[in-house]
């Protein structure tokens, strides 16, 4: 028999809808809908953020025109931003009518997706903003992949069975992205004001689109598409080792399964990057030689060089001289001397020395050294790090040149160990790693391939398998010791949270009452640590501590002059309850039998005195002494919160807003920052939970060690001191790439990089 709960109408792969079906129709209606409300709140809190951006930069501006820029973009802005959202949310939604209509239009309308535009005829602003589109879709398709797997096979059987991809799913990155584009056609800014825009677009819109993909996801679930398929893209294990030839085909066929076809952006990142290269050296003729038909090298005989040189650096470290420039010009000095190495090297084995590499050749050699001389830059990586990754530039640009994919496959496997790589490096300090576990483990990595890598590219696939599997136990250990620091701090929370809200209930019913030194001393230490322990036991709304709270109230009550017959008699009948509740109270707090009686004992001297009995001084005097008496040490820690009597509630701290506190606000747990701590050291800290009691941040190694807590201001000041930085959570090589271009593109882009 069926279960209730389950679809009614499931829908496998192997079945298809069609998309003009009134339930197929109905479906891709509830991705239209889920669409334009997520979309017009994400553009809409984008455009909120614009002026404020805008500003900042016009502040910041080197001379009056270029001030006089920002603030007129402000100007255009703020008078077109509503043609800007409307064009954009009706462009989206157009998009994906047209999906559902089976229409594609490819001559008007929706522009075409980036990776059909010819970049090398295009004006410097349209290959900026394609440069920036470019970068923005890469990135965000990488860190989508697995959401966005899941609604490219849902609507692939939404639409029939035809195959559904990042480059022609109407709510992908691709889509949303150019869909932007054509609304930005209703600016007349400069293009330096669009790309600070597009900037925002990708944090704010962009940024956030895993929220509409699970959205989406969970609505065909419930409409019954697909509900049990596994969201993640499936790879094929790799060739066996020796199945790799020179050239870029040979390695296709090696890696079945590997490299899927990324669609437009990656192709078209690396295309950019290709025409941004030519266009620095004049705009020769691809592949051939600079400086006249020279003979230049063949692939083999670049692999054979590089080998010779990947030998030295296994022995006596990484040939080249990378020294963090900062200008392109420079970093390109760099690799030349690698190009130099080379030429030598093809000159001893073949008898003579060529005259330069090809073109294509010499493309790869830059953009692997200034990927190289990116890591070097990377505040990302600690310093340690940087130089040991440094050392497989060869290695890399063996890899390069075996297979040209390697820039324009994400899932290439030697992109993905670079990552793997640095992801791990990320976490490293000396500290949390005393035991050298992961630092060795980063150098056999390397020293591995530095050592085995000749021409079969399995090796990267097998050394990212043997450091995940490295990763993986490190990080099931590392979450036990996390787990163990979250319940510890938890539980202090809670001891805090239970010591003053014990302390505020006795406090407020004192009020002006001057009490003697005994009652005040018992209520302040014995019965304070009470009310505490039976928080934590039984709650606060339990009847324990309403008895609890009933006795503070008729103890101080006692206290108060009882000179009539009347209030006498009052007072006697109060004092057997009295007596059984502190006597059960104590006793639950670990008080000894004789420091029970000995207390109560001093309690009938003071009562006796009280109604009006003949005490001598000497029992008076020691009645009072019993003020003092010692907290047993097994509630010791609890005894220690008699000062929150005097101080309740921790002064509230400054609620001012600033862009560190709203830093702090979007940081989510797994985030790495770099703190600077005694002595100057740096240790790096995941954020590793959140208390939902006193919102202060607990911090944690890799190790799973507590490194610090802060509360969201103490946190906020630390990042303004520059006494704690965020780590970013891109991937390498993406950052590498978003760098890369940034830096050919200079001075062009150079304004908009002033909002990272």
Known sequence: MKDASEPSNIVSLSQRLDPSSERGGALLNTVRDIASRRLQL????????????LFDLAEKAENNAAQMHYFDGMREVRKRRPAVER????????????????????ASGVPLPIGSVELTLVADNELEESLAITSMIGKNETRLTRDLFAVNQRLSVIYGGTRIDDANNPVAPAALTQAFRQAMRELSAEMRVKLIIYKLFDRYVLASLDELYQEINAELVRAGVLPQLRHEVLRQPSAAPGSAGIGGEAVAQALPGVLPDDGGASAELLQTLRTLFSARRGDLPENLPIGGPLQVPTVNELIGALSVLQSQAATIGSP????????????????????EQLLSQIGSLRGERPGQVATMDEDTIDLVGM????????????????????????????????????????????????????????????????????????????????????????????????????????????E?????????????????????????????????????????????????????????????????????????????????????????????QMLPGIERSLRRGLANVAFQENDIERLLAQLHTYYRHQL??????????????????????????????????????????????????????ELKPGIWLEFVTEGDTLERAKLSWISPMSGRYLFVNRRGLKVADYSPHELAIEL???????????????????????????PATASASDIE
């Open 720 to 746: 303004a001191a520059g006494r704690a930085r965020v780590l970013e959570s891109t991937a390498l090589f993406d950052r590498a790439l978003d760098a890369i271009v940034g830096r050919l593109s200079q």
């Open 42 to 53: 994400l553009v809409n809190g984008m455009f909120e953020h614009v002026d404020d951006a």
């Open 612 to 665: 009006g009995e003949s005490v001598p001084a000497a029992e008076v005097q020691a009645a009072e002494a019993a003020a003092t008496l010692p907290i047993p040490e097994s509630i010791q820690p609890i005894a220690e919160s008699e000062a929150a009597l005097d101080a309740i509630e921790p002064p509230p701290e400054p609620v001012e807003d600033t862009p560190e506190l709203r830093m702090v606000g």
């Open 87 to 106: 064009t954009f949310l009706s462009t989206v939604t157009r998009g994906i009518a047209d999906f559902a209509s089976q229409q594609r239009q490819t």
């Open 480 to 572: 036990l010791a996390e787990q163990r620091v979250a319940e510890s701090t938890r539980g202090r929370e809670k001891l805090e949270q239970a010591r003053r809200r014990a302390a505020r209930e006795i406090l407020t019913r004192i009020g002006d009452h001057s009490l003697p030194p005994l009652i005040h001393g018992i209520l302040s230490r014995a019965w304070a640590n009470y009310m505490v322990l039976t928080i934590l036991r039984q709650g606060e709304e339990s009847s324990e501590f309403r008895d609890a709270l009933r006795f503070v109230n008729d103890f101080i009550d006692s206290t108060r002059p009882a000179r009539s017959i009347e209030e006498r008699r009052t007072l006697r």
């Open 320 to 339: 080249l001289p990378l020294r963090g420039s900062q200008s392109t010009a420079s970093v390109l000095q760099e690799v030349a001397h690698l190009k």
């Open 371 to 478: 990927l190289f001389e990116f890591i070097l830059e990377d505040r990302n990586l600690p310093t340690e790090m940087q130089v040991m990754l440094a050392r497989l530039q060869i290695p890399y640009l063996k890899a390069a040149i075996l297979d040209r994919r390697l820039f324009a496959h994400r899932q290439h496997p030697a992109r993905r160990l670079l990552d793997s790589l640095a992801d791990a490096a990320k976490g490293w300090s000396a500290e949390s790693d005393r035991d050298h576990r992961l630092h060795d483990k980063v150098k056999s990595v390397v020293d591995s391939l530095l050592q085995e890598f000749d021409d079969d590219l399995s090796i990267f696939e097998r050394l990212n398998i043997e450091l995940q599997d490295f990763q993986d136990q490190s990080r099931r250990r590392a």
